[in-house]
């Protein structure tokens, strides 16, 4: 990488701190621990406290710090918030996504889009898409949907699926007849 890509990073650091309790007179497996890992919900958080952190970062870039004085002189000003529920690989996110006001356009926008495609309005993300349309490809739409749910329980319904592999299938045949 050189310096100018390593200076465009978005640099994102979470702290992550767990705490499993295991009874001193007790023997566990390693299968145990990461079930009780799992079961914890680690990924999801994970992926929400990067977007929120890239949300934040993207706001204070636009609008200046928050309760800082002058802010009222900036071209931006911040514009209330939404909350979004997506559908991904590692299950469903909980996200505040805040909007920000472009004075001089009197455009209303969300900064955050700039650097993380949400799918426009649709639940289920591009990544768990996929993996329908793959499954959907080997089996039945129902029966991908039980397998799904093997893989997260929040997975599309056999209709969804459907209308995913309509609009991908064009788009991969397009993709292989390109290649």
């Given at each position: 990488m050189s310096k100018k890509e390593v200076?465009?990073?978005?640099?994102?650091e979470v702290?992550?701190?767990?705490?499993?309790g295991i009874l001193k007179d007790k023997?566990?497996?390693?299968?145990?621990i990461a079930t009780a890992i799992k079961d914890l919900g680690i990924e999801p958080k994970i992926a929400e406290q990067i977007i929120q952190t890239i949300d934040e970062k993207e706001v204070e870039e636009h609008c200046g710090s928050k309760y800082s004085r002058g802010n009222s002189e900036q071209r931006y000003k911040r514009a209330g918030t939404a909350n979004r529920e997506p559908v991904t690989a590692v299950g469903k996110l909980k996200i505040k996504l805040h909007k920000i006001k472009?004075?001089?356009?009197?455009?209303?926008?969300?900064?955050?889009?700039?650097?993380?495609?949400l799918e426009g309005k649709r639940v289920y993300q591009e990544d768990i898409s996929m993996i329908a349309v793959e499954l959907a490809t080997k089996m039945t739409y129902r029966d991908t949907v039980r397998e799904?749910?093997?893989?997260?329980?929040?997975?599309p319904s056999p209709c969804t699926v459907n209308q995913r592999v309509i609009e991908y299938g064009?788009?991969?045949?397009?993709?292989?007849?390109e290649k």
């Amino acid at each position: 990488m050189s310096k100018k890509e390593v200076k465009s990073l978005h640099k994102i650091e979470v702290l992550l701190q767990v705490k499993i309790g295991i009874l001193k007179d007790k023997k566990v497996t390693v299968g145990n621990i990461a079930t009780a890992i799992k079961d914890l919900g680690i990924e999801p958080k994970i992926a929400e406290q990067i977007i929120q952190t890239i949300d934040e970062k993207e706001v204070e870039e636009h609008c200046g710090s928050k309760y800082s004085r002058g802010n009222s002189e900036q071209r931006y000003k911040r514009a209330g918030t939404a909350n979004r529920e997506p559908v991904t690989a590692v299950g469903k996110l909980k996200i505040k996504l805040h909007k920000i006001k472009d004075k001089e356009t009197n455009e209303t926008f969300k900064p955050v889009k700039k650097v993380v495609n949400l799918e426009g309005k649709r639940v289920y993300q591009e990544d768990i898409s996929m993996i329908a349309v793959e499954l959907a490809t080997k089996m039945t739409y129902r029966d991908t949907v039980r397998e799904g749910k093997f893989i997260t329980k929040d997975f599309p319904s056999p209709c969804t699926v459907n209308q995913r592999v309509i609009e991908y299938g064009a788009k991969i045949q397009e993709f292989n007849n390109e290649k």
